[in-house]
């Protein structure tokens, strides 16, 4: 058996501390309940309401051009009642302000799906000159094409963590890393990638760990990506992006949210805000259920190699020596099926699906082999997951 990447602690969340609010810091598990909910009990609410508006009654139009204005100057947020569904949102809002109380940020900036994120973050950046993009293999598949593609205009440049630096330009914009990435797990040193970056933003995606396992922001990253679609929702309903980082930036953000329409819609708004809630609880008691599966497929012969985060979380990535195509087709309890960070476990072959859109070679490079299945462990009884994975491992492979 090949070399196991794996941590036999149990899961801890690396920072349990938010931002100061009323002059007293707050424990992450109490951000996570109360951020964005704060003005409730004043309005004589207990949950949040959800503004299903898409306009809004002035009737000062010449207040209005002067807010809309302000707007086009620098993206902050418009004071006063809200104008016009694409400008913003009060559902969402409380979301945005709540994901960026976790992560430690100034601002956060809620998009329709994870892709219209990131394509926010290039558009901003390539509206500056700054098209080239250095970036860090593994990443999302439909990143990895987005940047690769130019679909934007952009142009990247795939380096090795040490290469960083040296792949830097006077039009570079932006440096993108995963970590833990997708879909192996592989693990950055965040602290010293955004000391590699210099003046240029690095943009972290920190889907897989969450904020309760880390916070990128801390580390240097100036941008904070969530597919929000995952563990932020949780819940497998929900499709969402979001990015944490410096107001100045949100600015800009809401700018190119505004123009292009990739805006989130207020009910996945409310179900972000609640799924945040029990961000802390899920990924804690899913991280403990991955741990223990990442220690019996570590010690079985029909596995070749297992990766689990040193951070810890909720996903394993694993190698088979028999057909990965069968354990898929052998599941019962788990779901065969893409996404990952629902209350459900769910599992996918990565180089037929999530990675397909990665060049063949570049794929297996960046360690995404054919025999690669990525598991994303849910909330169920462990033994009973254990089970349905025993089951669809099949019979130990005869090697000679």
């Known amino acids: 058996m090949d070399s196991v990447s794996y941590d036999t602690r149990d899961p801890r969340p690396t920072t349990t501390r938010s931002p100061r609010h009323g002059g007293r810091v707050r424990a992450l598990a109490t951000e996570a309940v109360h951020a964005g909910r704060e003005d409730l009990a004043g309005q004589g609410l207990h949950a949040a309401p959800i503004d299903l508006s898409t306009t809004y ?3 000062d139009s010449r207040g209005e051009a002067a807010r809309i204005d302000a707007f086009a100057t ?3 947020e418009p004071q006063g009642p809200p104008v016009y569904g694409r400008l913003g949102n ?9 994901l960026a109380r976790l992560e430690g940020t100034e601002s956060a900036v809620a998009f329709a799906s994870g892709m219209a994120a990131l394509s926010a973050v290039l558009l901003v950046r390539n509206s500056l000159g700054l098209r080239h993009v250095v970036a860090v293999r593994p990443l999302y598949g439909c990143s990895d094409h987005l940047l690769t593609a130019g679909l934007l205009g952009s142009e990247v440049t795939w380096v090795d963590p040490a290469g960083i630096a040296d ?3 006077p039009d570079t914009g932006l440096v993108m890393v995963e970590s833990p990435a997708n879909p192996t797990l592989a693990e950055l040193d965040l602290r010293a990638v955004a000391h590699a970056c210099g003046s240029v933003p690095l943009l972290a995606d920190n889907t897989f760990a969450t904020p309760v396992l880390q916070r990128p922001a801390e580390q240097g990253a100036r941008l904070v990506l969530h597919s929000a679609t995952k563990y ?3 819940h497998g309903d929900v499709m969402a992006g979001v990015v944490a980082c410096d107001e100045e930036f949100a600015g800009r953000l809401r700018q190119v949210r505004f123009a292009t329409g ?11 805000l609640r799924g945040l809630s029990t961000l802390p609880v899920r990924v804690r008691a899913a991280s403990s259920n991955a741990a223990e599966l990442a ?3 570590t010690a079985d012969p029909r596995v070749a190699r297992v990766a689990y985060p040193r951070v810890g979380g909720a996903m394993i990535a694993f190698e088979v020596h028999g057909d990965p195509h069968a354990v898929i087709a052998g599941v019962r ?13 769910l599992i996918q072959h990565p180089a037929s699906i999530s990675h397909r859109v990665v060049d063949p070679t570049d794929r297996r490079d960046a360690g995404v082999s054919d025999r690669l299945l990525r598991l994303s462990v849910g909330l169920e009884d462990v033994d009973d997951l254990w089970a349905d994975l025993d089951g669809a491992l099949g019979a130990p492979a005869t090697r000679g």
């Open 57 to 59: 009654p002035s009737y």
């Open 333 to 345: 309890l788990i779901t065969p099926a893409v996404s990952l960070g629902s209350v459900d476990s």
């Open 232 to 234: 932020l929702g949780g």
């Open 295 to 297: 220690r019996r497929l």
């Open 74 to 76: 620098d993206g902050a």
């Open 262 to 272: 990739g805006v989130l819609h207020p009910l996945a708004g409310y179900l972000l």
């Open 90 to 98: 009060p559902t969402v809002a409380r979301f945005e302000t709540a």
């Open 167 to 169: 792949a830097l330009r």
